[in-house]
């Protein structure tokens, strides 16, 4: 069984200082990793895929299949990046099912 | 371009009942996942239909059904339904089952179950 977990429910940093938002996978085959993001009265929306190694809005995120993590992380917070971020995991295959985590709320202080 | 759309915005449904929730997809997308959205927890897939027929279920028991369009829109039908599936019911879009890993998602419908 696939499985993604947020330790974190709440996250809070001040402007400016590096954030990491953690997530831990369980699966057996090679999975691919996402990072989905939900801004205030905005829809659910793709940040990043493992497999495309981009940097998008600054955050960045590497697959650790040693220590089956995929965190998320910025090295300078910005105000507008308060928002709850979902780790996903897919198996690939015919449908592209994503196995989301419980979310993490990251609230980036002035 | 068009977004993905859902409707309604709410419903509130009596135990034992039957509901239907509507989505519209993205323009040009052929495939729509649904997934069900419980407070506090991260979206849970349902089923994804493509070309009309189901391409893949969650596990959810077979009271949840749906249905996609030759225009690709899709319905979720649910029946007897319980206090539990009270839940926000997602619908994304995508291009094609292999490209879904980029899922574009509608505002959901919140559906509560009384």
């Known amino acids: 069984a696939q499985r993604v977990t947020q330790p974190e429910k709440l996250l809070s940093v001040f402007k400016g200082a590096p954030v990491e938002l953690k997530c831990n996978y369980s699966y057996s085959g090679s999975p691919e990793l996402f990072w989905y993001v939900q801004y205030s009265r905005q829809r659910l929306q793709l940040l990043l895929r493992?497999?495309s190694r981009e940097s998008i809005k600054g955050f960045t995120a590497d697959l650790n299949k040693g220590e089956t993590s995929f965190h998320l992380k910025k090295p300078f917070a910005q105000e507008e990046d308060s928002a709850m971020y979902y780790c996903?995991?897919?198996?690939?295959?015919?449908?592209?099912?994503?196995?989301f985590g419980k979310g993490t709320l990251l609230t980036v202080n002035p | 371009e068009t977004g993905v759309t859902q409707s309604p915005t709410h419903l509130i449904k009596t135990r034992g009942q039957q509901v239907t929730l509507r989505c519209s997809s993205q323009s040009g997308h052929n495939t729509v996942s649904w997934y069900q959205q419980a407070l506090g927890q991260g979206p849970q897939f349902i089923f994804q239909?493509?070309?009309?027929?189901?391409?893949g279920r969650g596990n959810f028991p077979p009271r949840f059904s749906g249905l996609q369009f030759p225009n690709y829109s899709s319905e979720l039908n649910v029946n007897a339904l319980e206090l539990d599936d009270s839940a926000l019911y997602l619908c994304a879009s995508s291009q094609g089952p292999l490209n879904s890993y980029e899922q574009y998602f509608g505002p959901g419908t919140r559906l509560t179950v009384t």
């Open positions: 996903a995991l897919s198996s690939g295959g015919s449908n592209y099912k994503l196995t």
């Open positions: 239909y493509y070309r009309e027929e189901e391409n």
């Open positions: 493992h497999i």
